[in-house]
């Protein structure tokens, strides 16, 4: 266990952290978890200060998860600097311990178990990167099950994976609640990501008509056009502003993502979008 005087305590093993968080729970601390790939950015700091605001302690995990990335995808350039994060999160004052175990605490030799999961799972996400959830919710189940959290926190932006994990802790029993956190949002809209380092400056202006465009297809469907007709004229129109590729535009329904005939109940519309070497998800409510 590595322990400091002036920083943020941080373990790397699933058996240091059970001792900590079970001291907390000894002296009757509710706990919350804030699992993270690093990279820290005001969204996960929006996530913190919920975390902070629910709970006595607070968890921030970083981990960047091998089993959620494609070999095509980009494990191995995604931004990591474990002291930087250290360092912002010793400068915000939201957590009281890192957590940020290595693949081999996490699979270990000879691991070979893994969840499926469907409902909020299947389609969007999952026709573009079938790999992702189960690898998502392997590697948060033992988060869940190493730390023992009263609650755990996810942002909005990854829309589907919320309702994925949450379906995914109801489903186990798990024991804990999932609270989903707003968006944090640049000023011309776009979601924050650590990807967004990726953009070069005419990629970014693009890459801010994402929201603008989400919003219309929302007002379009709200004003009685058809949800297939708002979804085709929304992903038209984000070719038409720049994007390379458009994966999904789709209005579906809020709670569950089945497919919905309009929009009577409360909805949310989704968006997966490539712009160079960057793929943009974002989502708004209806």
Not at 76 to 95: C, H, M, S, V
């Amino acid at each position: 266990m590595t322990m400091s005087a002036t920083k943020i305590p941080l373990v790397q093993t699933a058996a240091d952290l059970r001792m900590v968080v079970a001291g907390w729970r000894n002296a009757g601390a509710r706990v919350a978890l804030v699992p993270t790939m690093g990279a820290l950015h005001e969204g996960h700091l929006a996530l913190l200060r919920e975390a902070r605001a629910r709970a006595d302690r607070v968890v921030v995990s970083i981990f960047v998860n091998p089993a959620q990335f494609a070999p095509h995808e980009d494990f191995a350039r995604y931004p990591r600097d474990l002291e930087k994060d250290r360092n912002t999160l010793e400068r915000q004052g939201f957590a009281d311990l890192i957590y940020a175990p290595d693949a081999q605490e996490m699979y270990p030799q000879g691991f070979a178990t893994k969840l499926v999961v469907d409902g909020p799972a299947t389609g969007l996400e999952s026709d573009f990167r079938p790999h992702f959830f189960s690898g998502v919710a392997t590697a948060v189940a033992k988060l869940f099950l190493q730390a023992g959290p009263d609650f755990a926190m996810f942002g909005e932006k990854d829309y589907q994976q919320l309702l994925v994990v949450r379906r995914m802790a109801k489903d186990l029993d798990l024991g804990l609640e999932i609270l989903g956190v707003p968006t944090v949002r640049e000023e011309d809209g776009l979601a924050l990501s650590s990807r967004n380092a990726y953009l070069t400056a005419d990629q970014r202006r693009t890459a801010g008509q994402l929201n603008r465009v989400l919003c219309e297809v929302g007002m379009r469907a709200r004003a009685g056009i058809s949800i297939p007709q708002a979804e085709a004229e929304g992903a038209a129109q984000l070719l038409e502003a720049g994007f390379d590729r458009v994966d999904y535009v789709a209005i579906r329904d809020a709670a569950t993502l089945v497919q919905l005939r309009d929009v009577s109940r409360p909805a949310r519309v989704l968006a997966a979008a490539r712009i160079g070497p960057v793929r943009l998800i974002d989502n708004l409510g209806l």
